[in-house]
């Protein structure tokens, strides 16, 4: 199985921060990696596939990079909306893979 | 539009067989390129996926339950049918079916997910 290495577990910033957050794959995946965001009690909501590729209705200031097999979510300013977990998501090869997590917290 | 909505028990007892049902608007499981996963998140914990059909009946499962799992197809009701065999409290979690399509060179993530369904599992 491939790893997704989330990091970090928990993440503390303000509005108008700009975060990163860093999923890293065990092995090659290519470009096909998804980032979700979830807050408490809902389902997951596709932000970015294919790596960088935002979907449709998804605010600019998300962005997602690779480099490798490093991959990175950015929220370029953020808004009290984004405060939420945020999982990264390996769809190359099976058995699918999500990473841990990551929990952004209001400072 | 394109809608997904889990349904089944909210409590089964340890061994017992979890049946659940992904009934799916706005799309078809007939239609080429299209496939639908089932995805679980335990309380406080991440996600795990657990299995995927497509639209020519190609199924893909978690190695690590793939001997308890069964997805299957229900084209003329629109569901999809995920079955979990001998069921354990460690299972207890919310089950998500959610929708994927091909791409140019394989099938993309996950862009529209159920609501989810909680299940405990307890004695």
């Known amino acids: 199985d ?6 970090p577990a928990t993440l503390s910033a303000s509005v108008g921060d700009r975060v990163t957050i860093t999923c890293r794959a065990s092995q090659s ?14 389902a997951p909501k596709l932000l970015i596939y ?19 097999t ?3 979510l950015t929220i370029s300013s953020l808004q009290p909306d984004d405060f939420a977990t945020y999982y990264c998501q390996q769809y190359n090869s099976y058995p699918y893979t999500f990473g841990q997590g990551t929990k952004l917290e209001i400072k | 539009q394109i809608t997904l909505k889990e349904s089944g028990p909210t ?12 009934t799916l608007s706005g799309f078809s499981l007939s239609t080429s390129g299209v496939g639908v996963g089932w995805i679980r998140q335990p309380p406080g914990k991440a ?5 995927l059909i497509y639209w020519d009946d190609d199924k893909r499962y978690s190695p690590s339950l793939q001997s308890r799992l069964t997805i299957t197809k229900d084209t003329s009701e629109n569901q999809v049918v995920l079955t979990m065999t001998n069921m354990d409290p460690v299972d ?4 998500y079916c959610a929708h994927a399509t091909y791409a140019s060179s394989g099938y993309d993530a996950f862009d529209i997910w159920g609501q989810g369904t909680m299940v405990s599992v307890s004695s």
Not at chain 1, 50 to 68: K, Y
Not at chain 2, 47 to 51: D, G, T
Not at chain 2, 92 to 95: D, K, N, P
């Open chain 1, 2 to 7: 491939i790893q997704m290495t989330q990091s």
């Open chain 1, 29 to 42: 995946i290519s470009s096909w990696l998804a980032w979700y965001q979830q807050k408490p009690g809902t």
């Open chain 1, 50 to 68: 294919r790596a960088s590729t935002l979907e449709s209705g998804v605010p600019s200031r998300f962005s997602g990079s690779r480099s490798g």
């Open chain 1, 70 to 72: 490093e991959f990175t």
């Open chain 2, 11 to 22: 409590l089964v007892k340890p061994t017992q067989t979890l049946t659940l049902t992904c």
């Open chain 2, 47 to 51: 996600l795990e996926w657990l299995a």
């Open chain 2, 92 to 95: 207890t979690g919310t089950y």
